[in-house]
Every structure is written in C-alpha cells, then in structure tokens.
C-alpha cells in the first residue's frame, strides 16, 4: 500500500476512466489498493456516452422501425409513421444516464477518488489534472494510461457537425438525413449505414478497400454486402474520395463528394467513419519516455510500458479498439499491480460484432489468416445456413456459421451472419478459447428452438454426423 503522504499519493493512479480505466480501479479497489481515477469528461468514457451504448440504442430503434414496417407480414396490423428523432435521442440518452448512475455509484461506493480536468503525465509516476478548481498533483506507485480515442479526420475534409460529420456528431443529430454517404465500410460506417436506411434514408458506402469490413472473414463480408443491397444500402468499394464540398441553400444543400473514379455523389449528410485515433497527443508521454508508434503507445504482451510502473490499456494501444477488450485490459493490469499473475490476454480470442442489420459476429481466425499460418492444405471449412434453424426462420433471417478448423486440430475460427447472432458468440468464444475439436461439441445439447443451434448443427456437420446438412 502507498505510505500516508496525504491524499493526492496512491496506490494506483489511472489516466482515463473509458472501459479500461475504470475496470481497472474497479478492481484494484476490490483487491484493496487505493485507486484515484482521473477524468476530463465523464465516468464510462467513449463507449458509454458517445460509443458503444448510444449506437446500439439507435440500432435497436432501427429494428423496431424495421419490424413495424414488416409487421403485416407477421400477421400483426401496424402502421409505421416515421421517425421521432427527438425522441430516439431521449430514449438512447435515458439508456447512457441510467448505466452512468450505476457506474457513478459503483465507483463511489469502492472508495476510488475521481479527480476532474485533463490530466497530464509530469513524471514517471506523477499526474497533474488542470480541473475546475484548479491545479492539482497525484502520485501513484503504478500509473495506467488510458485515455481512448478519437475519431479520425482525414486532411481536406472539413467536419461542421451538421452536414459533414463524424461518428460523435451523428449521434447528437436531431434529424433523420433524406439521404447520406459514408465514408469507411468498416464497423462504424456500417452500423450508422443500417440506423439511417432503416430510418428511411438513401444511404451510400464509400469504402476504399475491396469489401467492407476487411479484417473479418471474406464470406461474412460478402453477406453482409449481399444483405445491405437487398435492404437498398449502396456500396461503393475499392473506391476512395478525393474531394468533399458543402452546396449553398441555393444550391440544394447538402454535400457533393467527388470519388477516385470522377463519379459525384450528392446527400444531405457525409458521415466520415473512418476509425479512431490514440488519444495520446500533448499528454506528456513522450517526454516522460513512454514509447509512441503513431500515436498508440507501445507495450509488452503484460500491457507494460518501457517506463518502470507506467502501464497503458484500450484504444492507446495497438490492436483492436473495442470496449471490451480495453475492460479486460484494465482488469488484467490490476491483478498484476496487486502481484496476482493473470494469464496474458489472447488478442485473437476477443470477440468481434457488428450491430448491424444483418449483424457479423466472429472469433479467431479467418479463413485467410489460418491457411496463412497453417497451410492451404492444413485447414478445412465449414458453413451452416441458417435457414436450417428453426429459430432463424421465425426471425426470417438469413446468414450462416462458419467454422474454420485445423485438419484433425481444433477450430481456430468462428463467423457469423445473421439477425441477433452477436448473441452467440460468447459460445463461439468458448470453443476457441478451450481450443475445442468437432467432437468435443457436437455431443452439447443445444436448446431448441434457438439459434444456438446452429452452432451446434454446425459442429456435427464438422464431426461427420450431419443431420440437417447434406453430407
């Protein structure tokens, strides 16, 4: 424990209280330390206010617009009016206030001191917070960085947050655009793509890569491009933007993008989507020696940087920026200050979802990846549809499982497409993580009807006893 020298001198002192900050005192309360966790704006961070929970707020308004529309066809008499912007705004911000109270309190009743302003770090183990009542030093034993990130700008576009956007801006809009452009296919710009047509707007991708959603598997990619047509959503891939203009009132308003190919898109909205950056600049890491690679900071497989008891979890750090690996990361880091010796976080075990409509779910690895590591001839495949499942036809959706495995080894890799399967990966997590062959889970008894059971459909298949699938 750190010696009596007045409040400001802590056991643990955390820079950021995002998932990973947070987590992090959470739990290094819990194993008895003494924790002060130091916030610019709010306690929860990107994901809960302007991230995670406001966006699957939205998307879920988007399904019961959608299922409103649809519902003759279930024999239900519905009439679908139109969006309530005002009041998707108040539904999702009731969400995010009720989780920040829940967390608010948590926080408070471990006795972790939350310290407001921007904090920046002024010595190895030393934070000073410019906060509303002016300056003030903390020192900690161990110091966490985590401060997430931000969204990317991209030179020559200039965000006004009301007709040219970025992800933070979109979910503050207090309208529903007539038609939009979105400038990245990646999880973001695909999920905003579903909110928006759903809600009724034109919308178009503009993705510079050849699929959306390049790091998951092709043939999820695929559906899910497949499915975004079907639903009227136009994607534009291999295809970048070279010029971005706002047009007068005179003009029509809105936005006219110019792409690599001459071709000129109007909408009333661009939102630029095109990920997230460290938020790591002016912090003060370098110059107390933290290593930077492009803004992330660079750390060991221990989330250790190059800095005796500096540490840094989440978005700062090269890998995947999700919510919840930043929260195990903080987890991670507290048991070790505390001299537990937790296992080291598996990056390709995290689990993966898009929330959009259909959603793509995944862990492990692709398809690609695996021949790349294996061999071609090393790895075998195989996919379930979905309209074999009982539960998937209830829901009339369409998608797939998809097992990639080691030839007589494991499986290494799970997708997923399909309505709600974001649901099922945690199973999927499960069977990569104990490194499970077919036989060990085709014998599971699934419930019926749920869509759990294609996993399970699938893993016979894989195991030579097919039942719904054609050998």
């Known amino acids: 424990m750190a010696e009596a020298d007045g409040d400001n001198v802590v056991d643990v002192l955390i820079l950021g209280a995002g998932s990973g900050g947070y987590a992090c005192a959470l739990r290094a309360a819990q194993l008895g330390l003494s924790v002060a966790l130091v916030e610019q704006a709010k306690l929860g961070g990107t994901c809960l206010h302007v991230g995670c929970i406001p966006t699957k707020a939205l998307l879920h308004a988007a399904e019961i617009a959608d299922a409103t529309r649809e519902a003759d066809s279930f024999g239900v008499l519905a009439k679908f009016d139109g969006i309530d912007a005002a009041g998707v705004l108040g539904y999702a911000d009731g969400v995010v206030s009720r989780l920040f109270k829940g967390l608010t309190g948590l926080v408070k009743s471990r006795g972790i001191r939350v310290v407001e302003g921007r904090g920046t770090l002024t010595g190895p183990r030393e934070v000073t917070v410019e906060g509303p009542h ?7 034993r161990d110091v966490v960085l985590a401060t997430g990130s931000a969204p990317r700008l991209l030179p020559g576009i200039e965000i006004d947050g009301s007709r040219v956007l970025t992800s933070d801006d979109a979910l503050r809009l207090d309208r529903v655009p007539s038609s939009a452009i979105v400038l990245g296919g990646g999880v973001i710009g695909c999920e905003f793509a579903s909110v928006w047509r759903s809600f009724g707007a034109d919308v178009t991708i503009v993705e510079a890569l050849p699929r959306l959603l390049p790091p998951e598997d092709a043939a999820s990619s695929a559906a899910l491009e497949r499915a975004f047509r079907r639903r009227g959503i136009t994607s534009r891939t291999g295809t970048s933007v070279t010029a971005v203009t706002t047009a007068s009132d005179d003009d ?87 001299g537990l010796s ?92 104990w490194e499970a062959h077919p036989d060990d889970v085709a014998p599971l008894v699934h419930a019926h009807p749920t869509q759990h059971e294609a996993i399970g459909e699938a893993f016979l298949a894989l195991a030579g006893k097919p039942l719904h699938t054609h050998s």
């Open 134 to 140: 002016g300056p003030v030093t903390l020192t900690g």
């Open 252 to 338: 029509g308003g809105g936005v006219v993008v110019t792409l690599s190919d001459d071709t000129e898109l109007r909408a009333d909205v661009l939102l630029v989507a095109v990920g997230r950056v460290p938020r790591t600049d002016g912090l003060g890491y370098a110059e107390q020696g933290v290593t930077l690679d492009r803004g992330f900071v660079t750390v060991d497989d221990h989330c250790r940087t190059g800095v005796d008891g500096v540490w840094a979890v989440g978005d700062i750090v090269p890998g995947l920026q999700l919510a919840h690996r930043g929260f195990q990361q903080g987890i991670f880091v507290a048991e070790q200050i505390a």
């Open 342 to 433: 937790p296992r080291p976080i598996d990056e390709r075990g995290i689990p993966r979802v898009t929330y959009s409509r259909p959603e793509v779910a995944s862990v492990g690895l692709t398809e690609e990846q695996a021949k790349e590591e294996y061999g071609d001839d090393a790895v075998t495949t195989l996919t379930y549809d979905l309209a074999g499942n009982g539960r998937s036809q209830i829901l009339r959706t369409q998608g797939f499982v998809k097992l990639v495995r080691q030839v007589d080894g494991p499986v290494v890799g799970v997708h997923l497409v399909g309505e709600r399967v974001g649901e099922l990966i945690g199973e999927a997590q499960l069977v990569y993580g």
